[in-house]
């Protein structure tokens, strides 16, 4: 019975400094807060290319880990929605797939479900990103892909190409 959900943030606005990106990441924590979501862990700030790599300026990333709140039963389908009204708030727009974005929260892992009809539930691309999966490794070293039954360090040994990553500090 996995309680944990695992939740990937990233912004590439090229007018944030380091110190604003940890501002802005922990006021979007605080926002998750606010909907019932207790953060247990938070990785360091990652930068990373975008992919691929022609769709704007270096991103940074983060993962968290996180439980409900008391007794909280949201479902991956409400907490998405939320998810997607708070990237709302903070300016997210649509610019096109791959477009820089002030902000892009995504499920990557909901209590270790496999999730397939209206929320694809472990994001279905998280296994081929570092910027996902070394921060993840960074919080849970024994996480493991609810489908592949694989950990961090196995999918990222399978991932082809070259992905620019740098770990920024913690922050709190």
Avoid at 96 to 123: A, M, Y
Wanted: proline share 4%.
């Amino acid at each position: 019975n996995n309680t944990k959900v695992y939740i990937s943030l990233g912004t590439n606005l090229r007018s944030f400094s380091n110190n604003n990106v940890k501002y802005f990441l922990n006021s979007v924590i605080i926002r998750l807060g606010l909907i019932g979501l207790k953060v247990n862990k938070k990785s360091s700030i990652w930068l990373s290319n975008p992919i691929p790599y022609n769709c704007g300026p270096i991103f940074f990333n983060s993962v968290i880990e996180c439980t409900m709140s008391y007794n909280l039963k949201l479902s991956a389908k409400q907490l998405l929605k939320k998810t997607n009204h708070i990237e709302k708030i903070l300016g997210k727009k649509f610019k096109g797939k791959n477009k820089q974005r002030v902000i892009d929260i995504d499920i990557i892992d909901f209590k270790g479900k496999i999730l397939t009809d209206e929320v694809i539930i472990p994001h279905p691309r998280m296994h081929l990103r570092k910027f996902v999966l070394c921060p993840l490794y960074e919080i849970n070293k024994h996480w493991c892909h609810p489908k592949f039954k694989k950990n961090c360090t196995f999918l990222m040994s399978r991932i082809k190409g070259f992905q620019f990553l740098k770990k920024r500090k913690m922050f709190s």
